[in-house]
């Protein structure tokens, strides 16, 4: 089984500007696509990937330009203080799940198949599907359907998973897909399933709370004119992104000087750019991917 098809993969690294000696970091390697075309294209240089999936490390590149740091991309500029790196010359990441992740049946992403309730990106850490859709309040659950999901059956869904837990524990995807069946009609039932996987994904991960620790530190290591470029998947990835390069903070509030200067770290630079048709065909994953580019200001 192929690992991941990297999305967008030549246009990432152009997009990156690469400099033959720089430092870059690829903040989600994954099957190492990214990272492996960006090596091709260093002659000297340093690339440090970051994964915190153990499963991931299957794809190390053998190069001594290259280190894999197994941790969260939130936590990307300690890592590199500690690997004696304090500014880089380009970020790349390519948000969301991996389609290893996805096709794995074991790690509960996809409601595809059956499996314990998991989805956890970095299987060591405690909190698991299973222990959201158990023990969070309804009001919590309600809240993380509505943010993260934006289903319109939330509020319904939330009071069935709350009486059939009180009978027994919801501990399967099965068990899940039995309570949503039951008050979703069928023509909607896939894109609902998608919703409401999304949400407790996201909940499990931390996946929003990351990505801005993320967004804020690479703005924080980037060098002046370096380049940050940020692959999405959905608008609640790709959101944050926008807010940030538009506005310098995720409030999408713009403070301005005296000249009608918007102050912000990183100037978003070019067009969004998404997949070719010819790419989506391949690889019908693609077909939501936004990419968008971001330069450190000179006087940042």
């Known amino acids: 089984m192929t690992y991941h098809t990297t999305v967008l993969l030549h246009e ?19 099957g190492g696509g990214h990272s492996q075309l960006i090596l091709d294209r260093l002659e000297g240089g340093q690339l440090f990937a ?13 190069d001594d330009r290259f280190h894999l740091c197994k941790a969260n991309f939130r936590f990307i500029k300690n890592f590199l203080i500690a690997n004696g790196v304090s500014k880089v010359d380009g970020v790349l990441a390519d948000l969301g799940v991996s389609g290893y992740q996805f096709d794995e049946a074991g790690r509960g992403f996809s409601f595809r198949f059956d499996a314990d309730l998991d989805m956890r990106m ?10 959201v859709v158990n023990q969070y309040e309804g009001s919590e659950l309600k809240r993380m359907f509505r943010v993260y999901g934006e289903t319109s059956y939330g509020a ?19 068990d899940l897909l039995s309570i949503v069946k039951k008050l979703v009609p069928e023509r909607k039932l896939k894109s609902e ?17 990351a990505l801005k620790d993320f967004i804020e530190a690479t703005a924080d290591i980037l060098n ?4 940050f470029v940020a692959i999405s998947y959905h608008s609640l990835e790709d959101r944050p992104v926008k807010h940030f390069l538009r506005s310098g903070n995720f409030r999408d509030e713009q403070d301005k000087d005296l000249y009608g200067n918007v102050s912000r770290p990183l100037d978003p630079f070019g067009k969004v ?15 939501s991917a936004k990419m968008r580019i971001g330069i450190k200001r000179s006087n940042g």
């Open 224 to 227: 002046e004119d370096a380049r």
């Open 156 to 174: 319904a869904l939330t009071r069935r998973i709350v009486q059939a837990r009180a009978g027994k524990p919801i501990q399967t995807i099965n």
């Open 273 to 287: 750019i998404v997949p070719s048709s010819e790419e989506i065909e391949r690889n019908p994953r693609a077909r």
């Open 12 to 30: 990432g690294v152009e997009a990156l500007s690469l400099k033959p000696n720089g430092v870059y970091v690829d903040a989600t390697f994954g």
């Open 193 to 209: 399933l998608a919703k409401i996987f999304q949400a407790i994904r996201i909940e499990v991960n931390d996946e929003m709370g």
């Open 122 to 131: 970095n299987p060591s850490q405690e909190l698991n599907a299973q222990k």
């Open 50 to 62: 970051f994964d915190q999936d153990p499963d991931a490390e299957r794809n190390t590149i053998e």
